[in-house]
């Protein structure tokens, strides 16, 4: 089974990120999965050239630190392979403006700032070929990605339709629970790297102290009720969720476990912990072997540029193009 997912450098990873795709990655991994960091998607927000170069080597470092093995798999930088930027304008060339500007993240990201990118208009375009250029079957990703990859279904139907048959049509695959981890201080909205909220957002990399204060003073409800019911109690069923997701059950589940809020918080303060301590002592192995990552990244956009070159050559000709040999 063809695999292929990304993850933006545009900040520390959470576990938003970890529950909602990372672990499905290693999961999926294997000689027919492909993951990429995507930098040239960290440019559509503003981002300081040094943090972007940083922010690549650390995502590259945690993803190993998380389990997936780049020489298993191929683990690569979207950038180092030129057909990504390369596809997605033959591609703009299929999507329409109205399907883009109908896209939520979009209307969110754009809302929140005058003089956007057109990047940030685009960006799912460009999502669409990091996923069509592998040929990709499943791309596991969080629940906020549904929408893009509805949209690369369509644009890759309308290619075929109209060039003949060049991509592989792909589906999105989701976990069975924490698909959608919610900011802990704002449960009505999903956590996220690009949005400050110093108390919300559960970094894999954060000290146990500050996942316990973060984890101690989430939002939840004063009812006292402990039940799980998202709609009516987002804050306590993010927490379940999460608690769910790192021990193998259901939210409902652990519900039943525990009568006072105050109980459940200290317990998963101490399962989120202990799960991600292995994953911070690895890192800073990794983090602090600076060629050996460099040389890692090379070897994955040896292996990524193989398929890619192939497809967009497909792609290519197929629209009329006459790609040099
Ligand atoms: P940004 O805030 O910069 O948009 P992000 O935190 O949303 O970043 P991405 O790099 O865009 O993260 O996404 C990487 C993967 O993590 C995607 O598959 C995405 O669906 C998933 N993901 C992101 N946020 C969450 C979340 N809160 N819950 C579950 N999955 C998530
Ligand atoms: N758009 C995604 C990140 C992303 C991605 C991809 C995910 C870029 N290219 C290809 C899966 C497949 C996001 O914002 N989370």
């Known amino acids: 089974m063809r695999v292929l997912s990304g ?19 290693v999961a999926a991994q294997g000689p027919d999965a492909y993951y990429c ?16 170069r940083r922010q690549s080597d650390d995502l590259l470092a945690i993803l190993i630190a998380c389990g997936l093995d780049p020489t298993r798999t191929t683990l690569f930088v979207q950038s180092d392979v030129p057909y990504h930027a390369q596809l997605s304008w033959l591609l703009e060339c299929v999507a329409s403006y109205g399907e883009l500007t109908r896209m939520t993240q979009f209307k969110e990201k754009s809302g929140r700032q005058q003089g956007y990118r057109v990047g940030l208009l685009t960006y799912p375009v460009l999502m669409a070929a990091d996923i069509l250029l592998y040929q990709s079957q499943q791309v596991p990703v969080g629940d906020d990605q549904r929408q893009h990859l509805e949209l ?60 316990e204060r973060k984890i101690k003073r ?46 459940l918080k200290s317990d998963l303060a101490e ?3 202990e799960a991600l301590r292995p994953i911070g002592a690895r890192y800073e192995e990794l983090r602090a072997d600076l060629g050996e990552l460099h040389r890692l990244r090379e070897v994955g956009a040896e292996k990524a540029v193989e398929v890619a070159a192939r497809t967009y050559g497909a792609a290519a000709a197929a629209m009329g193009l006459t790609p040099r040999p």
């Open 7 to 25: 993850i933006q450098p545009s900040g520390a990873m959470h576990i938003g990120n970890y529950l909602g795709a990372i672990r499905q990655w």
């Open 37 to 52: 960091v995507v930098d040239l998607h960290a440019l559509t927000l503003e981002i300081e050239p040094a943090a972007l």
């Open 152 to 211: 690369t279904r369509d644009i890759a139907e309308r290619f075929n339709a109209r060039y003949g048959e060049v991509f592989t049509i792909p589906e999105g695959v989701q976990p069975p629970v924490a698909a959608r981890v919610m900011d802990l201080q704002e449960p009505e909205r999903k956590m996220s790297k690009s949005v400050a909220s110093p108390l919300g957002c559960l970094f894999l990399l954060d000290e146990p102290t500050t996942i």
């Open 218 to 263: 989430a939002v939840t409800d004063t009812d006292g009720e402990m039940r799980y019911d998202p709609a009516a109690k987002p804050g306590l069923a993010n927490l379940l969720e999460i608690f769910a997701a790192l021990t193998e059950t259901t939210p409902t589940r652990v519900a039943e476990g525990y009568s006072r809020y105050g109980d």
């Open 271 to 273: 399962v989120v912990v």
